[in-house]
């Protein structure tokens, strides 16, 4: 048998294999799903949010509050305080929850609420679950808690099997649910950027996000309520029982990490936990809602996971609303890839007169240097065609930026504006992996002064203090620090040899659609 009757041999075996391994998976996820559950309607006067909300609903007809979420301690106590306060239900969807110190705060919360009757669901995307299946089965075990996994695995503790059905199901594992949503009560809904864990609250001892969430009450709440249904419901949301043997029923053990590394960040978040009075900051919280009439929660639907249709994608609805900018896009992504048509369109909007400006991390402020190797092979066709670039620093000037002592900065914000009125913020990014793999998530809001509200913290993020302008010297990429020529830098700023390596390398690669 020659060389290539081998291969083709060992090829169709593999997907066989592979076809094998997809369809028992799916007879697997529908003999596990579960009873369908829907979100419990609101009540008049029945919870703290209810008491606290309905009159400012009743003073501001047919309109929804909105209020950024920009501070990552201020975003971490809305979480807290939406929890403190329910009394009816915490819907929560989230790409992954961290084990670390506001993790483990956070899901004290939320066994806290459940002890008090509050019925608590909990989605997680199974690809970063990997070795918390005892907590989350602890969890599940408490009669108000149940969680689901998202595409999950059906091998959980053998490595060498997991790895293996990942695999022969590697076109369907790579999809995941990348929604981030936090539902207290069917009243207040938390949308956007931020997944549970230290470097989203400001907590992180080396580095933290920017990132954005908007706090949401009114109408548009039922709309997060209804994707949240669509995707519990869905088949490919697996309850962790079925998944993994059950465990005791009793709840996980939560001590907060204290090793001395973490202890300045354990004390700054306990300490904002210790002082919140539920009953006054929530009053705060909501009295500083802007009423508007123009808000829509929007998102992709949960067969996109598994590339059925494409009816409802979201990039459809985005890339519209910025095809219609007629004087200034402004766009926040902290993994920007473009690809060919993004830099037809976004030039198109130029040649028109419009200015456009985006914002994404530099290669040293990146998480994901694969991201910005694909990226920067469009840098200069952006910059040629007017198009105005800046990266994240790594490290903020001056120091401080971070309320817990971390200079470290890395950009998670995904949020864009067109022409000062209308808004998005959410968990999108403008790249191959959010236009047609992941789920997606997001708030799109029509509000001159909202929208005012996110122009001012893109203005304040591309000053020189925060992020590098770039430009074209005599046709070669640079980057200004700064107004004075002395400040201008031919290389990739604050970035080691070995991450310019990586990222020159992955432009050869053929993997910019998995990205």
């Known amino acids: 048998m020659s060389f290539l009757e081998v291969l083709i041999a060992a090829l169709a075996l593999i997907a066989l294999a592979a076809v094998a391994a997809t369809y028992s998976y799916g007879r697997f996820a529908r003999h596990t799903s579960a009873p369908p559950s829907h979100a419990l309607p609101p009540a008049e006067g029945a919870t703290p949010i209810d008491r606290a909300l309905v009159p400012l609903l009743t003073a501001h007809p047919e309109l929804n509050g909105v209020a950024l979420l920009a501070d990552g301690g201020r975003a971490f106590a809305a979480r807290v305080l939406t929890a403190r306060s329910a009394g009816r239900s915490l819907d929560l969807q989230y790409y992954y929850?961290?084990?670390?110190?506001?993790g483990r705060?956070?899901?004290r919360e939320i066994i806290a609420a459940?002890?008090?009757?509050?019925?608590?669901?909990?989605?997680?995307?199974?690809?970063n679950a990997r070795g918390n299946d005892s907590i989350y089965l602890a969890l599940d075990a408490h009669p108000n808690i149940e969680v689901r996994l998202f595409n999950p695995s059906r091998n959980r503790s053998n490595g060498i099997r997991r790895g293996l059905e990942l695999a022969l199901r590697a076109f369907r594992v790579t999809r995941r649910m990348h929604n981030k949503a936090w539902i207290a009560d069917g009243r207040l809904a938390i949308i956007g950027g931020r997944n549970i864990g230290n470097a989203y609250f400001n907590a992180a001892q080396a580095s933290n996000f920017h990132d954005l969430d908007l706090l949401v009450a009114g109408e548009a709440v039922t709309q997060a309520e209804t994707i949240f249904d669509g995707f519990w419901n869905s088949p490919t949301a697996v309850p962790i029982a079925s998944l993994s043997r059950p465990i005791a029923r009793r709840l996980p053990s939560l001590p907060v990490p204290s090793i001395?590394?973490?202890?300045?960040?354990?004390?700054?978040?306990?300490?904002?936990?210790?002082?919140?009075?539920a009953a006054t900051a929530l009053a705060e919280l909501l009295g500083a809602l802007r009423w508007i009439?123009?808000?829509?929660?929007?998102?992709d639907p949960?067969?996109?996971?598994?590339?059925?249709?494409?009816?409802?994608w979201l990039a459809r609805r985005l890339y519209r609303a910025i095809a219609e900018t007629q004087s200034e896009l402004q766009i926040t992504s902290p993994y920007f890839i473009p690809g060919e048509r993004g830099v037809l369109a976004?030039?198109?909007?130029?040649?028109?007169?419009?200015?456009?400006?985006?914002?994404?991390?530099?290669?040293a402020a990146t998480d994901v240097v694969a991201v910005h190797g694909a990226y920067a092979s469009y840098r200069k066709r952006l910059l040629r065609q007017g198009v105005r670039l800046f990266e994240l620093r790594p490290e903020l000037r001056p120091a401080g930026v971070s309320l817990f002592g971390s200079k470290g900065a890395s950009l998670h914000t995904k949020a864009f504006t067109v022409d000062r009125h209308t808004g998005f913020i959410g968990s999108f990014n403008f790249d191959p992996r959010s236009a047609s793999l992941n789920t997606e998530m997001g708030v799109v809001v029509v509000d001159d002064g909202l929208v005012g509200e996110m122009r001012d913290i893109f203005a304040q993020q591309t000053t020189p203090h925060c992020s590098f302008r770039l430009g074209l010297d005599h046709g070669r990429l640079c980057w200004d620090e700064g107004s004075q020529p002395e400040g201008r830098l031919l290389q990739e700023p604050a970035a080691g040899f070995g991450r310019r390596l990586t990222a020159a390398l992955i432009r050869f690669l053929p993997i910019e659609s998995q990205l």
Do not use: F, H, Y
Not at 293 to 299: E, F, H, K, P, R
């Open 97 to 102: 929850w961290r084990k670390d110190v506001a």
């Open 105 to 107: 705060l956070l899901m």
């Open 114 to 127: 459940a002890d008090r009757g509050v019925r608590v669901r909990l989605l997680i995307d199974d690809i």
């Open 260 to 277: 001395d590394r973490d202890r300045a960040n354990v004390e700054a978040l306990l300490r904002l936990v210790e002082r919140l009075d």
């Open 293 to 299: 009439s123009q808000v829509q929660i929007i998102s």
């Open 302 to 312: 949960p067969e996109k996971a598994v590339a059925a249709g494409k009816q409802g």
């Open 346 to 363: 976004l030039c198109a909007l130029v040649a028109r007169g419009a200015e456009v400006t985006v914002l994404t991390n530099s290669l």
